[in-house]
């Protein structure tokens, strides 16, 4: 089997700092005392309830039922007692209605629980299975995968490619996941080409994964192509997959199945595997607890709902220079002011950073230098996005094209006026669905 080579044009090369983390094996963290599970832990409307406080519940059980298509159910991953349901912070800051659950410690199953055979499904069958297990998009967007696996009927979907570049720095939970179990990460995949209906399917890995490159391609047959990608952020970013890829070009405001293609993240192709030949529904993932605040680093396995402060001390705890914790990556991800928030379903990392690593520099004019413009691998102009956002025009921030910001920050990372291009940016894409909403009403 050949191993092809590609990229895209742009992006920047930041510290990967991967080397915490990189080389240990996924290690299971055994379940808290309390689980926090909120009912939003995806893309789309949250799921409603279906358990009373005093309710005995196991583990596996579905507890909140999806909201509607472009949603997900959501399952107890431990037994015990349901406690309280109540609004609590979320790891955005935002408060979310949440099942809390006590820890029986016996980790008793729920009957409905069972392995099904894939390979004798049917497209709807296997649809239905995926809804039913919560899986949704693990690299960080959390999109329902059943959702994802259904595009318009006008979409002539011809590719059906699997994330495995995992770009942002200091992540490596994806990294151990196709080292260490590359068959589930191929056995998702072929299970969502069954559903597209596509006899050839396509997984992409950075060269800076060689072990886990070698790892998939024993598992793979002549039915999947893999890609090694250079070694570039965003690599992972689905509009810039699909250009590494195939050539293609998402079109403004589009999405990949606008040209024929489909992404998933390698943990979610995984989660769909495990779903389907267990039975187990998604209630546990992959984090990767790093960065130079954490005493002990590791790749977890933990129990969605296990409070965050858990996690951390699982890992030795916090040190005494540590001022920074972020939920995710150092690029995208979101810095955190409540430890007691719970890791979800959409919590790929734990990036614990000294006073040293998280410094700020004060920002100054921009100088257009255009460095942005050309780091940013959607073609944007982000100085003037930023300039529009905070001047409030909406209708600069339409023609700029502002919701086709991936939120990357390439262009922060670059700009050497250390302008705060990916806040005002957020905030540009805001006003401008705000507008958009105030129109459609």
Not at 264 to 283: D, Q, R, V
Not at 299 to 319: A, H, N, Q, S
């Amino acid at each position: 089997m050949d191993i092809k080579h590609a990229t895209f044009k742009g992006g920047i090369h930041p510290s990967y700092n991967k080397h915490y983390t990189e080389k240990l094996p996924i290690e299971d963290m055994p379940a808290p005392k309390v689980v926090v599970i909120p009912m939003s832990q995806h893309i789309g409307a949250p799921a409603k309830p279906v358990v009373e406080v005093g309710q005995e519940v196991k583990m596996g059980q579905l507890i909140g039922e999806a909201g509607g298509f472009i949603s997900a159910n959501i399952h107890s991953s431990v037994s015990g007692v349901v406690t309280a349901i109540e609004p609590k912070t979320s790891s955005n800051g935002s408060k979310v209605t949440c099942v809390v659950i006590e820890n029986d410690f016996k980790d008793t199953v729920h009957e409905s629980v069972q392995p099904k055979d894939w390979t004798t499904m049917d497209k709807d069958a296997i649809l239905q299975a995926i809804a039913d297990a919560g899986v949704v998009g693990l690299g960080g967007a959390t999109f329902p995968t059943r959702a994802k696996l259904v595009p318009s009927p006008d979409s002539v979907i011809d590719h059906m490619i699997i994330n495995g570049a995992e770009c942002e720095p200091y992540l490596t939970s994806d990294h151990a996941l196709m080292r260490e179990h590359a068959e589930k990460v191929v056995g998702g995949l072929k299970i969502m080409m069954k559903v597209l209906g596509q006899t050839k399917g396509y997984i992409g890995i950075e060269d800076n994964k060689e072990d886990a490159i070698q790892a998939i391609k024993a598992a793979s047959d002549d039915s999947i192509e893999i890609y090694s990608l250079h070694t570039k952020y965003p690599q992972g970013g689905e509009k810039q997959l699909v250009n590494a890829i195939t050539g293609r070009e998402v079109p403004s405001g589009g999405l990949p199945a606008a040209v024929g293609c489909i992404i998933a993240n390698s943990g979610t192709a995984a989660a769909t595997y495990e779903a389907l030949t267990t039975g187990m529904p998604l209630i546990s993932r992959i984090v990767t607890v790093t960065g130079s605040g954490i005493k002990n680093p590791k790749v977890l396995r933990f129990r969605i709902g296990t409070p965050t402060k858990d996690i951390l001390e699982y890992c030795g705890g916090l040190t005494d220079d540590c001022v920074k914790v972020v939920s995710g990556g150092p690029m995208m991800g979101f810095a955190q002011y409540d430890m007691d928030v719970p890791a979800t379903k959409g919590t790929s990392g734990l990036l614990c950073m000294n006073a040293k690593d998280a410094a700020i520099e004060e920002p100054s004019a921009c100088i257009r230098c255009a460095k942005c413009t050309h780091a940013c691998p959607m073609h944007l102009m982000p100085l003037y996005i930023s300039g529009y956002a905070e001047k409030g025009n909406v209708a600069m921030l339409e023609e700029y094209s502002a919701l086709d910001c991936i939120e990357c920050g390439s262009c922060a990372f670059v700009c050497p006026a250390r302008r705060p291009l990916v806040s005002t940016i957020r905030l540009a894409k805001r006003l401008v669905q705000a507008e958009r909403r105030k129109k459609q009403s």
